[in-house]
Each structure stands twice: as structure tokens, then as C-alpha cells.
């Protein structure tokens, strides 16, 4: 016979104000009512149970990066105005160094073929397979660092720039020219001026070598492990093409800041 057929009325009675105090302290833990239990587990589930892609991967989710100024505000222009805007630079720097000589001139045109070279190099590197979706998840973990890097360190350095600049203009202030700049006509605030803008334009140069250099570099390392998985001739040919790219960037940055700085100095 069931326990429940020998117990007292009394003792049923016990065990049903029991259970319906229990109810009660459940429905006032969980908000009200007991089917909030159900969907308080039925969240805990959804959040728990990863999702997946077209391919039947599951996606990995990332903490949201709004990386730094220079690249929200390339992602924000049009690749036209882009290209527009390019093409007006390059304008003006031939026709600077058209003015100045002709040794200038084909310098400046060489650097420009340079990097349109380097731009080519780029667009065959990112053309290329990303490998496997554990490959694809390190090395979108490994851009999120990066662009944190790229955060910090050009933070750092800009504001350092813009404290030397300072200090260079000041020095400069107090320094005497020499007869020759006397000669010349020039004082001790162009000559200040001159000094700082040289130096803008170098730091300037120098952060777009570096990072144009790294943000193919890390897009570049998933490729080349990908081309390994097939022939190692591949994965050198993408390493080499993308170390190209950073030496070729460097070199044609460097002259052209220091060419279009001697054209504007020796038009004025």
C-alpha cells in the first residue's frame, strides 16, 4: 500500500500547507509567479548555447573595438574620394617639383610609382585564403590587439609630437640666426616654423609607414599559414610579397617627405 493511503488527514493536510508555503516562497524569490522560473532557465540556455553561421560554425563574439582615428575615419570615406584625394596630392607635389627642377620632379615620380607598387602588393596579399575558421578566430583576436596597440601607441606618440614640436619652436625662437639666414631674410620665427613643420611632416610620414606596415603585416600572418597548409613556395611568396610592401612604404614615405620639404623650402 502507498505511504500516502496510511497517513492521517491531519498529516496530508500538514504536508499541503507545506507545499503551498513553498510555492509561495518561490513565486516571491522568483518575481511573482512560478512560470518565471521556466524562463528565467529558458534564458540561461540561449545565453549558454553558442551561435552559428551560414557554414555551421559557431560565432565567436568579440568585444567591440572602435579602433583609432585613423581608422574610423578611413572607413568612414568613399574609396572614390579617397582615390580623389590621392590623385590632387600627387598633383601638387609634381607640379611643386616641376617647379623646382627636374631632378626633383623625377624623384617625386618615381616615389609615387613606388607606391602604387606597394598598393598592388597589398590588394595580392589580402586577396589571398584566410585558411581554416580556427585559423580566421586567432588572427581576428590577433588584429583586436593590434588595434589596441595602435590605439595606445599612436596616442602616446601624438601627444609627445605635439610637446616637441613646442619645445623645438620655443628654442628656435631663442636661437640667433646666422648671417647667411640674415642675408636671406630670414628670421628667427620663420626659421622656427620651418624647423617645426619639418618635424610634423616627418612624425607624420613615419606613423603612416608604421601603420599601413603592421595592418597588412597582421592580416598578412593568417595568409601565409594558410598557404602553408599547401606549398611552402606559396606561404614564402605571401611573406615576402607582404615584407615588400612594409620596406617599399618606408623608403618611398621617407623621400617623398624629405622631397616635397626641399620643393616648398626652395619655391619660397
Not at 597589398?122 to 575558421?133: C, F, H, I
Not at 628670421?187 to 610634423?200: G, P
Request: hydrophobic share 45%.
Amino acid at each position: 500500500m502507498p505511504a500516502a493511503m496510511h497517513q492521517s488527514p491531519g498529516q496530508r493536510a500538514s504536508q499541503s500547507t507545506g507545499t503551498s508555503l513553498d510555492q509561495k516562497e518561490v513565486r516571491a524569490r522568483s518575481g511573482g509567479s512560478l512560470s518565471s522560473i521556466a524562463i528565467d532557465k529558458s534564458r540561461d540556455l540561449e545565453e549558454a548555447s553558442p551561435s552559428y553561421d551560414k557554414k555551421g560554425y559557431p560565432m565567436q563574439s568579440y568585444p567591440a573595438h572602435r579602433g583609432n582615428l585613423v581608422s574610423r575615419v578611413m572607413a568612414s570615406l568613399d574609396t572614390k574620394a579617397i582615390y580623389c584625394i590621392a590623385t590632387m596630392l600627387c598633383v601638387g607635389a609634381l607640379t611643386l617639383g616641376y617647379q623646382t627642377n627636374i631632378v626633383v620632379f623625377g624623384v617625386l615620380v618615381i616615389c609615387m610609382l613606388m607606391l602604387v607598387f606597394t598598393m598592388y602588393l597589398a590588394q595580392w596579399v589580402l586577396a589571398k585564403d584566410e585558411g581554416t575558421p580556427d585559423m580566421i578566430e586567432i588572427s581576428e583576436a590577433i588584429r583586436d590587439g593590434a588595434e589596441g596597440f595602435f590605439k595606445t601607441m599612436y596616442g602616446t606618440i601624438s601627444q609627445m609630437a605635439v610637446l616637441l614640436s613646442v619645445i623645438i619652436f620655443v628654442i628656435y625662437m631663442f636661437r640667433p640666426p646666422t648671417p647667411e639666414q640674415e642675408a636671406a631674410g630670414i628670421t628667427r620665427v620663420t626659421l622656427a616654423t620651418i624647423t617645426t613643420l619639418a618635424f610634423l611632416l616627418g612624425a607624420v610620414c613615419s606613423s603612416m609607414a608604421g601603420y599601413v606596415g603592421m595592418w597588412v603585416s597582421v592580416r598578412a600572418n593568417v595568409r601565409v599559414a594558410g598557404a602553408a597548409r599547401r606549398t611552402a613556395r606559396e606561404a614564402l611568396q605571401i611573406a615576402l610579397r607582404a615584407g615588400g610592401f612594409s620596406g617599399l612604404m618606408v623608403v618611398a614615405l621617407t623621400v617623398l617627405g624629405v622631397t616635397i620639404l626641399f620643393s616648398v623650402f626652395y619655391v619660397l
